[in-house]
């Protein structure tokens, strides 16, 4: 009977902890934070890579995401005679145009370049457009260097030059194209300029006499201006493409510099992920797993070439090690040395010369010493 009520007693007691633990597991749920960020235009997204919504990671967004970059330069932002503004505004500020120089509108165009001939590689660049006056402008945004890169930007601007006369124009009709890269990665070691600009010029005078093409070329990681340090358009465009992610942690004080300019501010408002559609964010977000899987597939490749470049390096050496382990037992044996002194002082010039002496060089010496000796008994006359 007693054995009967304990069990009562007991199950009792674990049911009310049950409902206690439930009730304080259920204030805890409702007093977390949402999970859902809703937008300006009324949608709302889930914040977690688990909800079959498109996650929103940075409110915002990367500029030089691929599919970012063409979402803010390369299309029509506007109903009035296809402009984009952003786009104007860049070419203008990087390119030091201004004055009657000045781009008062560009019009896009499509950015395949494609030569005369079906068996030539067809070129697609990023954002490709022309102005009021016909000159042409392209910009390409890149993500990784590769052997490559320097030759497709001038095989880019040639095709495009040159490409005009397939059109029907003639060499004089040619108009200009100016190409815009960008990079996310350090194309010049030889100077610390984040802006460059390449174009014919002759080695005596420096004058430019061909005037036809010119490469400008923006280092995002060589700009290093704090935003309080930001004195003109160019610097802010720079510092928007490279710090786009960190402006929205700092306060209205802090971003002063930068959104005081309304381009650059509504700039910045086309990258705010709240302004986006689903569709847009999902693209914005298959982008950035393309990036990911090529800066892997870029390390890969990089440590398999260092690998390669390591292992080219040891057999080199090795065969130095040879060549000087076989000139010191020559002379060695020549001069009736033990072959203890023979190893030390080969050792003693393999250490001076090599970083990386190991045990394998006292193998190197063995196997030179058994054929310098097995030589030396052959090459004497017999008594």
Partial sequence: MIKKYLIVCVSIVW????????????????????????????????????????????????????????????????????????????????????????????????????????????????????DYSGRKFIIEMQLCHHRGWKKRIQAYIGRDYSGQLFKGKKYYDLVPVYLLAITEFNMFKDHQRFISYHAYRDEENNKNYFKGTEIIVLELPKFNKAISEITDQKDRWAFLLKNAQSISNMSEEEKAPLISNPIIQRACQQIDQLNWSEEDIRQYQHAED????????????????????????????????????????????NKNKHI????????????????DCSDIDDNMIDEEFDKQSKKLRTEQPEE
Avoid at 85 to 108: A, Q
Avoid at 340 to 355: M, R
Wanted: charged share 35%; with cysteine; proline share 3%.
């Fill in 15 to 130: 049911m009310i902890s049950q409902s206690c633990s439930t009730h304080r597991h259920k204030n805890y749920m409702d007093n977390q934070p949402s999970s859902t960020i809703t937008t300006r235009s009324g949608r709302s997204y889930r914040n977690s890579t688990s909800s079959n919504e498109p996650p929103i990671r940075h409110r915002y967004a990367r500029p030089t995401n691929d599919w970012c970059f063409k979402h803010i330069f390369g299309k029509v932002l506007s109903e009035d005679k296809n402009q984009n503004e952003f786009t104007r505004d860049l070419l203008n500020s990087l390119l030091r145009r201004s004055g009657d120089n000045e781009i008062k509108e560009v019009y896009f165009v499509d950015p395949n370049l494609q030569s005369e001939s079906e068996e030539d590689h067809l070129y697609i660049t990023d954002v490709h457009c022309v």
């Fill in 290 to 333: 393309n990036r990911q899987v090529a800066l892997a597939s870029l390390e890969k490749a990089h440590n398999k070439g260092r690998e390669e470049e390591r292992t080219k390096n040891i057999q080199k050496n090795n065969e130095r090690k040879r060549k000087i382990i076989k000139r010191e037992v020559e002379k060695g044996l």
């Fill in 340 to 355: 203890d002194d023979i190893k030390k002082k080969a050792k003693s010039v393999i250490n001076s010369l090599f970083s």
